[in-house]
C-alpha cells in the first residue's frame, strides 16, 4: 500500500492534484489488493473507470482489471511471467530478474515498478529517494540502497527500452506545497486543530485509522487517545470527559455505532457536547467491512431513544472533512449536543492532495468557539438547564469552588434534579428543541450549487463523498449542476424548497439502495425527488457510470 | 470544616427500612471527615434504587445511564484527575450490566471509588434477581428460582487488578463510613461491595440475615497479601459468610500516570496546539 501512496506523494511534490482509491478484502494477507491514483492539473475528487497505466505484479491483476483498459492503456507487467493479451501499449519489465540480480526482497518489486512508473510520467527519483531515506534509514544504510538501486533499475529500464512511451503531459512544475491525506486524517488533523482532548475507539473499519494517527501524535498534541473495552465504555467515556470540560470525540463504523446509540441519546438529554465520527462501510451486520456505502444516514439521523436535538454532518471531500471537523466541535460546544461528521470508506481511505499552508493558516487563525460554556459563574443561583430563547443554558465546567449542580439522564427541573411533572417536561423538552431551530437560523449551511444552476438541464442532488465522483462526471456534461449537501440533518423547508424550481431534470445521486436522502430530504421539507441512481455494490460511482446514466447512448 | 448537612438535597424517597439510608449517612460522614464540600466532588450515579441518591446528594454529579457509571467515572478522572470520582452503582448496574466495564477498570487500575449497593435484587424495577443473588432465589423474572449462581464481586476485582477491595455493611454505620474513607482516599481503582438489605423485595436478605452472616475480619488480617486476600473470599459468597472491611489493598501506578500528557496539568487545563504546522509537515 505504500508504494501507492509514495506515487501520490509524488505526484503532488512534482506540482500535480491526485485522488487515490484502494481496494482490499478484509484479510490480513493476500487476496487482490489494489491502490490506483488519479493525476490532474486540477482538483480532482474521484478515480476514472479507464486505466491509463497498469502495473501487474502478477497474472491475476491483468486479467481481473482488463476490462478497465483502453486501447491505448500502457501495461506494465513481468514478461518472465505472463504475457498479457490485447491491443495495449505493452511493457515487458523483467522484475523478477531485476529482484534477483540485485539480491532483493520479494516485497521490492513494488519499487522497481514504481521506478518505472515514474520513469513513464517523465519524472524523477529525487523524492522519492528522500522518502526511502525518511522511511527506512533507522533500519540501516543498505536497507535505504537497496530500496534506491531497485527504483533505479525499474526507471532505468524504460527510459532505455520503452523511451516513446514516456507521457509529457505532466512537466514537474512549480505549485503550492501539498498534503496528501486522506478523509480519516483529516478528521484527525480537523480534531487536533479543534483542539479535541480526548478521543475515544474501539477499533472499527473503516474509522481505525482516525484512532492510530490520533494515537501516535498523542504526545506532541496532548490529547489522550483512549482504546476502551467496547463502543458502549467508549462513548460513556467521551460524555463523562466532555461533561468534565473537555472537547471530547469517539469514532466507529455502523456496528460500533450502533452501540453507542444509547449513550447519544444521553448526552442530548444531559446537554453534553460530544462529536462522533461515523465512517461507513456496507452493512447489515458485519458486512463487508473493508468496501464503501452510504448506507448510515438515516440510522445516524434517528439514533437515540425520544426527541432530541442532533447535528449530521456530511464532508464531501477530504478538505470539506478538515472544515466541517472543526466546525463539528464549534457546533457541540454550541449547541451541547451530539454532533455526528458522516465519513464512509471510500473517503475515510482515499488521498487527496491539498494546499498545506491554507490549512496551516486556517489552524493558526482559528479560537474555539464554546458557545455558552464557562469556567465561572457569578452568584449561587446557577441552573444547568436554565430555560432560554435559543434553547441553549449556560454550561458550568464543573469543579468550579463554592457551586455544583447534577446533570441528569432523567427529565429534570431548571436546577438538574429529577421531576415527572408535566409542565416542566413541556418546558425542557421544548428548551432542548429549540436549539434546533437557533442552529438553522444560525449555523446552518445551505447545499453548495456546482456547475450553472440556471443553464442546467440536469441537476444532480447529492450528499457526502459523491460529490467527486460527480463533479469529475459534470465535466463531461455541459448541461449539468450539482446541489450538494454537507449539513445534511436537520434541514429546512423553508430554506430549501428556493433551491428546487420546477423544469429541470434532478436526479438524487446516492451510495445506498434505498435513497435515504432523498427520504429525508421528502421527510423533512416535502421535496420529493423521483429520479434515483443508486449504487449499492459496495464500491462508489464511477463518473462514467453518471455520464452513461444520464447520456446512455452516447458512450 | 464542611457538615453532613451541606451534602443534603431533596429528602430520600427511599423505603423505611431500607439500606441506602445508613450507606448514604455513611457517605456523607465519610465526605465531611476527608473536608471535602459538594464542589470539590465528581459523582457520577448509575440507575436504580443506590443510584436515585443523584437527587440526594449535593456534588458535581452526572446521572447517567444503567450499568455505565463506571466508564462515565474514567472519562471524567481522564478529564480532571485531580478531582476526586466516586461511582454510586447498585448489583445490577455494576456486576450485570456493566460488568465488562468493571473488569477493564480494573486492571487499568483508573483512580475511581465504586460503591455498589449489594441487596441480590432488582428493587426499582419491583424485584427481578440480581447477580447476585443465591442460587435458588425466587424472583419475580425467575419464579421457579435462579439458576445461576452469584457472582463473587470481591475474587472478581481482586484477581483483576483492582488495588482497592473492601466489603461493608449497611447495619455498621461507622465501619462502613471508614471503609468509604479509605476508598476515597485510595490511589488507584477502588471497590466497595455494601452488603444491605431490600426490605420490599428480597425478604431473604434482611438485617438478621447479615447480622449472622457476616464477620469482621481479625485484627490480625493483612490485607496486602493477594493470595490470601482471594483465599479469604473464595468461597465466601456460595457459603453465605460475608466478611466485613479492606479485603485487598495495594499500591499500583494509577491510569494516569501511564498519560504522558497528564504530567504537568489536567486535561481540561490543557493549552491548545499550536504547532500544526509541524505535523502537517509529515503528510507531504
Known amino acids: 500500500m505504500t508504494v501507492g501512496l509514495n506515487f501520490s506523494k509524488i505526484a503532488a511534490h512534482s506540482g500535480y492534484h491526485i485522488f487515490d482509491y484502494t481496494e482490499y478484502p478484509s484479510l490480513i494477507r493476500g487476496g487482490h489488493n489494489t491502490y490506483e491514483v488519479l493525476v490532474s492539473p486540477d482538483i480532482v475528487g474521484a478515480s476514472k473507470k479507464t486505466i491509463d497505466l497498469l502495473v501487474c505484479l502478477n497474472k491475476d491483476t491483468f486479467e481481473l482489471d482488463k476490462e478497465r483498459l483502453a486501447r491505448d492503456s500502457m501495461v506494465i507487467y513481468d514478461g518472465d511471467e ?140 496532548g490529547m489522550v487517545v483512549r482504546h476502551s473495552e467496547d463502543e458502549i465504555a467508549v462513548i460513556n467515556t467521551a460524555i463523562g470527559s466532555s461533561w468534565a470540560g473537555v472537547r471530547s470525540a469517539v469514532g466507529t463504523s455502523g456496528g460500533g455505532f450502533a452501540l453507542m446509540v444509547e449513550g447519544i441519546s444521553l448526552a442530548g438529554m444531559l446537554e453534553t457536547p460530544l462529536v462522533i465520527f461515523l465512517s461507513q462501510r456496507p452493512a447489515p451486520a458485519t458486512g463487508m467491512p473493508t468496501w464503501t456505502e452510504q448506507g448510515d444516514l438515516l440510522f445516524a439521523v ?254 | 470544616m464542611s457538615n453532613p448537612e451541606e451534602f443534603n438535597r431533596y429528602t430520600p424517597t427511599w423505603c423505611p427500612g431500607c439500606g441506602s439510608w445508613i450507606i448514604f449517612a455513611s457517605l456523607k460522614s465519610a465526605l465531611v471527615k476527608m473536608g471535602f464540600d459538594p464542589s470539590s466532588v465528581f459523582l457520577t450515579f448509575d440507575i436504580g434504587c443506590s443510584s436515585n441518591m443523584g437527587d440526594f ?15 462515565t467515572a474514567i472519562g471524567m478522572k481522564l478529564a480532571n484527575h485531580k478531582m476526586p470520582v466516586i461511582a454510586v452503582m447498585g448489583d445490577g448496574g455494576c456486576y450485570g450490566e456493566g460488568g465488562n466495564h468493571l473488569l477493564h477498570a480494573c486492571r487499568g487500575n483508573h483512580d475511581i471509588t465504586v460503591l455498589v449497593f449489594d441487596n441480590g435484587v432488582y428493587g426499582l424495577t419491583t424485584g427481578q434477581v440480581a447477580p447476585t443473588a443465591k442460587k435458588g432465589f425466587k424472583s419475580k423474572s425467575t419464579p421457579a428460582g435462579v439458576i445461576e449462581t452469584p457472582i463473587n464481586p470481591l475474587s472478581l476485582t481482586i484477581s483483576q487488578g483492582a488495588t482497592f477491595v473492601a466489603q461493608g455493611f449497611a447495619g455498621n454505620q461507622s465501619q462502613l463510613a471508614e471503609l468509604i474513607g479509605k476508598g476515597i482516599a485510595h490511589k488507584g481503582f477502588s471497590l466497595i461491595n455494601i452488603l444491605q438489605p431490600c426490605v420490599s423485595f428480597n425478604p431473604t436478605r434482611s438485617f438478621d440475615y447479615y447480622k449472622e452472616k457476616t464477620y469482621l475480619l481479625p485484627e490480625s488480617y493483612n490485607a496486602g497479601d493477594f493470595r490470601k486476600a482471594l483465599d479469604e473470599v473464595e468461597e465466601s459468597v456460595l457459603q453465605e459468610k460475608f466478611p466485613l472491611g479492606v479485603i485487598y489493598e495495594t499500591e499500583k501506578p494509577v491510569f494516569t500516570d501511564g498519560l504522558i500528557q497528564l504530567a504537568d496539568k489536567t486535561l481540561v487545563d490543557k493549552s491548545p496546539i499550536t504547532h500544526l504546522e509541524s505535523i502537517l509537515q509529515d503528510f507531504k
Open chain 1, 82 to 221: 505472463f504475457a498479457p493479451e490485447g491491443n495495449y501499449q505493452l511493457i515487458s519489465l523483467p522484475l523478477r530478474a531485476i529482484l534477483k540480480e540485485e539480491e532483493a526482497k520479494e516485497i521490492m518489486l513494488n519499487n522497481i515498478a514504481l521506478g518505472a512508473s515514474l520513469a513513464l510520467m517523465d519524472w524523477d527519483l529525487k523524492y522519492l529517494e528522500e522518502i526511502f531515506i525518511e522511511a527506512f534509514s533507522k533500519k540501516g544504510n543498505d536497507i535505504v540502497e537497496v530500496n534506491k538501486k531497485v527504483a533505479r533499475r525499474g526507471f532505468d529500464y524504460i527510459k532505455k527500452n520503452y523511451s516513446e512511451l514516456i507521457v509529457k503531459d505532466f512537466p514537474i512544475r512549480q505549485a503550492e506545497t501539498k498534503v496528501v491525506l486522506t478523509g480519516n486524517e483529516s478528521f484527525s488533523l480537523g480534531s487536533i486543530a479543534a483542539d479535541c482532548g480526548l478521543y475515544c475507539a474501539y477499533p472499527m473499519t473503516p474509522a481505525s485509522s482516525v484512532q492510530t494517527v490520533l494515537a501516535n501524535y498523542a504526545e506532541k498534541t
Open chain 1, 302 to 555: 434517528n439514533a437515540g431513544h425520544g426527541d432530541f436535538p442532533k447535528i449530521v454532518l456530511a464532508p464531501g471531500d477530504v478538505q470539506e472533512m478538515f472544515e466541517l471537523t472543526v466546525k463539528a466541535f464549534d457546533l457541540a460546544d454550541i449547541y451541547q449536543t451530539p454532533v455526528i461528521v458522516l465519513s464512509d470508506k471510500f473517503l475515510s481511505e482515499s488521498h487527496q492532495s491539498l494546499d498545506l499552508q491554507k490549512i496551516s493558516d486556517f489552524s493558526k487563525n482559528y479560537k474555539p468557539n464554546r458557545g455558552k460554556i464557562v469556567a465561572q459563574v457569578q452568584g449561587q443561583t446557577y441552573q444547568r438547564y436554565q430555560v432560554t430563547d435559543d434553547g441553549i443554558s449556560p454550561m458550568l465546567i464543573p469543579g468550579a469552588k463554592g457551586i455544583f449542580y447534577q446533570s441528569n439522564s432523567y427529565e429534570h427541573l431548571e436546577n438538574g434534579y429529577t421531576t415527572e411533572a408535566a409542565d416542566e417536561r413541556i418546558k425542557q423538552a421544548d428548551k432542548r428543541n429549540r436549539k434546533l431551530e437557533t442552529y438553522l437560523k444560525k449555523d446552518f449551511q445551505k447545499p453548495e450549487i456546482y456547475g450553472d444552476f440556471n443553464k442546467s438541464e440536469i441537476v444532480f442532488i447529492s450528499w457526502g463523498s459523491n460529490k467527486g465522483p460527480i463533479l469529475e462526471a459534470m465535466k463531461e456534461l455541459e448541461n449539468a449542476s450539482l446541489i450538494h449537501f454537507t449539513h445534511v440533518y436537520p434541514l429546512d423547508q423553508g430554506i430549501l424548497i428556493p433551491f428546487f424550481p420546477e423544469g429541470k431534470r434532478y436526479i438524487l445521486v446516492e451510495n445506498n439502495q434505498t435513497g435515504q436522502f432523498g427520504r429525508l430530504l421528502r421527510g423533512e421539507t416535502g421535496i420529493e425527488i423521483k429520479e434515483k441512481l443508486l449504487k449499492y455494490d459496495g464500491r462508489s460511482f464511477w463518473p462514467e457510470e453518471i455520464i452513461k446514466y444520464v447520456k446512455p447512448r452516447r458512450i
Open chain 2, 57 to 71: 446528594l449535593n456534588g458535581y454529579a452526572l446521572h447517567g445511564l444503567h450499568g455505565r457509571a463506571i466508564p
